[in-house]
């Protein structure tokens, strides 16, 4: 069962970076976590990996809603988007589908879950 969205651009790694936190905070996401997964494997384990980062998304109003509502949807939070380069050099972003995620272990979400799932839905379009 997928449970990300996903999409790959035509896009270097670098530009899809650009490219993601402009798309998401049009969405009114900010990023609050960044993660170089690259370079923490590099650093911890000493192994090469491809470009891949990320991103703690989070909308604050949305969060708040879903938090009022339930604490242990906390443990779910923020909404994972990820952006690694494909062996061909471009890149791949993938977000978290809130509806196949926290609307599956919490139904009571169902409503927030697809609004944010469509909101991460036109981040992953407005990448073209």
Known sequence: MAFTM???LDATYDEALVRVTEALKAEGFGVLTQIDVQATLKEKLGVAFRR???L???NP???HKALSATLEVGA???CNVVVYEDDDGKAVVQAIDPMKTIAAAEP????IAETVTQKLGRVLEQLR
């Open 61 to 63: 109003p949305l969060a």
């Open 6 to 8: 996903k999409k790959k």
């Open 108 to 111: 009571g979400l169902a409503q």
């Open 56 to 58: 703690g998304a989070c």
């Open 52 to 54: 891949y980062k990320i």
């Open 76 to 78: 779910m939070l923020p």
